[in-house]
C-alpha cells in the first residue's frame, strides 16, 4: 500500500461544482501539503500544514481551501470549480523532525478534469 | 524567496548517450536541494539529495548531481540513459534547516530517450 494516498485519483466534474480531494498518509508526519502541477510550469504550492491546528497559504491559494482533519489526513476543497483548475493535484508529506532535509513525498495524484 | 530555474524544457536523446540537465537556483543562503523524477502516468520519485557534505551526489538508477555553490547550480548527469529514463525531471529547493515552507521546484524538464 502507497504511504501517501490520495482519492479520488481521476475526477471530472462541471463548472460551479463543489469538489473534495482527499489525501491520507501512514508515514506519520507532521507536515501536509497540496501541490498543483500545469505542463510546462512545474508544481506550484497551494496550501500546507504543520499539524492539525496549523495552515497555511502557499503561491496560488485562491480559489482552494484545506482541512487537516487528523495528523494522517489532509483535505482540499475547490467550492465552485472553474476550468482553469483543470490540472493534476499532488499531496506530499515531509517529516518536520530534527534532521529534516525537507524531502517531501509524493501521493500518486488526482487528475481533475473542469468542464 | 528561492526561485529555481531549469535550462531545458525538452531533451531528446539516443539510448547510450549521455546526459546533463542544468538546474540553477535562487537564494541568498545555504539550501538543500532535490532532483525527482515523474515516469509517465505516476508520481513524483526523489532522485537525489544534496543537504551537506560532499558536493557530488549519486542517487538511484546511476543518477548523480554537483553542486557547485558558486554557480548556483545543481546539474543532474548520467553517463549512459536508457530508454527507461523516459520521464519528466524536477529540480527543487529549500532553505536549509527551513524545510517547513516546502518545496520550490523548476518547471521540468522532459526527457525522452529513443530506442
Known amino acids: 500500500d502507497a504511504d501517501v494516498t490520495q482519492t479520488p485519483r481521476n475526477r471530472i466534474t462541471k463548472t460551479g461544482k463543489r469538489i473534495m480531494l482527499e489525501c491520507s498518509q501512514t508515514?506519520?508526519?507532521?507536515?501536509m501539503y497540496w501541490y498543483r502541477q500545469d505542463p510546462g510550469l512545474g508544481l506550484q504550492l497551494i496550501y500546507y500544514?504543520?499539524?492539525?491546528?496549523?495552515?497555511n497559504k502557499g503561491e496560488i491559494s485562491d480559489g482552494y481551501s484545506v482541512s487537516r482533519q487528523a495528523q494522517a489526513k489532509f483535505s482540499l476543497s475547490l467550492e465552485s470549480a472553474i476550468p482553469n483548475q483543470t490540472a493534476l493535484y499532488f499531496c506530499?508529506?515531509?517529516?518536520?523532525?530534527?534532521?529534516?532535509?525537507?524531502?517531501?513525498?509524493f501521493g500518486e495524484g488526482s487528475r481533475l478534469t473542469v468542464l | 524567496a528561492q526561485s529555481v530555474s531549469q535550462h531545458n524544457h525538452h531533451v531528446i536523446l539516443s539510448e547510450a548517450a549521455s546526459l546533463e540537465l542544468g538546474c540553477n537556483y535562487s537564494?541568498?543562503?545555504?539550501?538543500?536541494l532535490f532532483w525527482y523524477v515523474q515516469y509517465p502516468g505516476q508520481h513524483l520519485q526523489l532522485l537525489l539529495k544534496y543537504f551537506s557534505g560532499d558536493p557530488l551526489v549519486k542517487g538511484i538508477k546511476g543518477f548523480e548531481a554537483e553542486f557547485i555553490k558558486s554557480k548556483f547550480s545543481f546539474n543532474l548527469r548520467k553517463p549512459s540513459v536508457q530508454w527507461s529514463d523516459t520521464a519528466e525531471y524536477f529540480c527543487a529547493v529549500n532553505p536549509s534547516g527551513g524545510g517547513a515552507d516546502g518545496l520550490t521546484f523548476g518547471k521540468g524538464t522532459h526527457l525522452i530517450i529513443q530506442p
Open positions: 537564494y541568498g543562503g545555504t539550501v538543500n
Open positions: 506530499a508529506t515531509g517529516t518536520g523532525r530534527e534532521g529534516d532535509t525537507g524531502e517531501l513525498f
Open positions: 508515514k506519520g508526519h507532521d507536515r
Open positions: 500544514s504543520f499539524d492539525v491546528k496549523d495552515i
